[in-house]
């Protein structure tokens, strides 16, 4: 059962144009959300998170909306740069539960930005 | 320059052995995590650990065993039991054991069967 989902696996977008990435939620225990970017033969770097408190959170060029009642979060690039062209990977955790609260992760969706 | 230092890059195993993947962190993190990485994947919880001298099974622990006897340190041996042991492998850590903080990656251990 994937509580974590990336329904599309892949996104084109042009250069200088937005890029908006989907995430959706199964279990409603989760209130801490993360997106990881990752490149080919790398590990994952940490972009940004979002607290089940807030509906957005914004830093730089990258905005994460987080919508409960849906159990959906989304990521904005703007502008989208070919150098965002990676992986990004949708996490979530029940950070209420304590010290044995997890990460779960998405399968993640490959962007490709045109120049 | 802190960071998570895993080593090697490439590992090769054969049949029957067991092989141990070593995972280094300076950022005086407490908790520890390995996961491993297929193809079209995301990444499964292997083990964690939140504190030296303890460590909890994840997802996926079966044909796996850790050891966290330094704070720094939290090498991965991947043994005979695993059957299909062919992945990429990450280690990551985080600053304490709360699920609201972010964890930190190193850069992975490529594993490959002979």
């Known amino acids: 059962d994937q509580q974590v989902k990336q329904n599309s696996p892949s996104l084109s977008v042009q250069e200088g144009r937005i890029s908006i990435l989907n995430c959706d939620y199964t279990n409603s225990m989760f209130d801490y959300f993360l997106w990881y970017k990752k490149y080919p033969a790398e590990g994952p770097t940490f972009l940004i998170s979002?607290?089940?408190?807030?509906d957005k959170n914004e830093d730089g060029r990258f905005t994460v909306f987080l919508n409960k009642s849906a159990k959906h979060l989304s990521l904005h690039i703007v502008p989208s740069q070919p150098g965002d062209s990676a992986v990004y990977f949708c996490a979530a955790s029940a950070s209420l539960a304590g010290a044995n609260s997890k990460l779960t992760f998405g399968k993640g969706i490959t962007l490709s930005v045109r120049p | 320059d802190g960071g998570i230092t895993q080593s090697p890059k490439y590992l090769f195993r054969k049949e029957g052995q067991n092989v141990t993947l070593s995972c280094e962190q300076n950022l005086n993190h407490d908790a520890m995590y390995w996961y491993r990485q297929d193809p079209g994947q995301g990444l499964r919880l292997i083990y964690y650990?939140?504190?030296?001298?303890?460590?909890q099974k994840g997802d996926i622990a079966e044909g796996y065993s850790v050891s966290r006897e330094k704070k720094e340190s939290f090498p991965l041996t991947v043994t005979s039991a695993q059957k299909n042991p062919t992945a990429f492998y990450l280690c990551?850590?985080?600053?304490?054991?709360?699920?609201?903080?972010?964890?930190?990656f190193g850069d992975g251990t490529r594993l490959s069967i002979l």
């Open positions: 990551a850590s985080s600053i304490g054991q709360r699920g609201n903080q972010p964890q930190h």
């Open positions: 650990s939140q504190i030296v001298n303890d460590f």
């Open positions: 979002i607290s089940s408190i807030k």
